[in-house]
């Protein structure tokens, strides 16, 4: 899902939840309009779409040899 701010020819701004780039083009063709006044001129106020996806989970720690990579200050040695 992507998230569009959409602007009217008279200047309302709104958002609308959009299944992708090319669903745009589709409600567009279909004739999109503004919940303000019902006007149909309208396009894209910015081209910076929020993405509507969970949030990115938190990089990985990096990965170690279970072993231990030598290194003194390797957290995996320090648990051995
Ligand atoms: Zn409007």
Not at 43 to 61: C, D, E, F, N, Y
Request: aromatic fraction near 6%; include cysteine.
């Amino acid at each position: 899902m992507i998230l569009y701010a959409l602007r009217c020819a008279c200047g309302h701004e709104f958002e609308q939840w959009f299944r992708n780039m090319a669903d745009y083009d589709t409600q567009k063709a279909e004739g999109l309009s503004c919940p303000s006044c019902g006007g149909t001129e309208v396009s894209k106020a910015i081209m910076a779409p929020r993405v509507g996806a969970s949030k990115p989970s938190p990089a990985p720690m990096p990965a170690c040899n279970p072993s231990g990579c030598g290194n003194a200050m390797c957290p995996m040695s320090q648990m051995a």
